[in-house]
């Protein structure tokens, strides 16, 4: 009986472990303006917890997304959020958005975000003239970024309509075509 009832308990902790385990699942799957709308009843087109630095494959412009190229180097990410409202208010955070620490990178740039400024480019796939499907890449202006990769981006753009399937990356500054993070894991 001893050895029931420690089955059961352990059963039943792990029942209960399961359960709020779910129930943070499901909160945290939820977005936090309540309803996928903010303060001004604006909805959430994407929001994200992530994204993914250029490396391997796509570095360089072998392999474009969406027709931007990657960084010609790879870099390494520690964390990148944000979100996108339909009206085009558009909220990019990077921490740690460097040069990795390896070959190719040159020994004096490894671990250090060589770029005074930022990007964030939006890309929809959209609709063009004959009711064709096209891309639609919109850049916001350029927003400060330190030697450590941290950047703060608060913009507002013109969204193309439709803006289906959005991927948001952050680019160089003004004159830097070159992606360095993406929306993704």
């Known amino acids: 009986m001893r050895k029931f009832g ?3 308990a352990t059963l039943g902790g792990a029942a209960l472990i399961g359960t709020v385990a779910l129930q943070g ?3 945290s799957a939820a977005p936090a303006d309540h309803g996928g709308h903010d303060r001004h009843g604006q909805a959430t087109v994407l929001q994200f917890e992530t994204m993914t630095p250029v490396t391997g494959p796509y570095v360089g412009a072998a392999n474009p997304l ?3 190229v990657g960084g010609g180097l790879p870099w390494v990410l520690t964390s990148g959020t944000g979100s996108l409202r339909r009206d085009g208010r558009l909220f990019v955070r990077v921490r740690g958005l460097v ?3 390896q070959a190719p990178v040159p ?3 490894r671990g250090t975000n060589p770029f005074t400024a930022f990007r964030a480019l939006v890309s929809c796939q959209s609709i063009g003239t004959g009711n064709t499907a096209t891309v639609a890449n919109v850049s916001t202006g350029d927003f400060k970024a330190n030697s450590r990769g941290d950047s ?7 969204l193309p309509r439709p803006c289906v399937a959005p991927i948001v990356f952050v680019t160089g500054p003004t004159g830097t075509d070159a992606w360095f993070a993406v929306t993704g894991s």
């Open 99 to 101: 040069l990795a620490r």
């Open 6 to 8: 420690w089955m059961l």
């Open 66 to 68: 969406r027709g931007v």
């Open 152 to 158: 703060t981006i608060h913009a507002r753009i013109s």
């Open 107 to 109: 020994p004096a740039l």
């Open 25 to 27: 699942v499901a909160a």
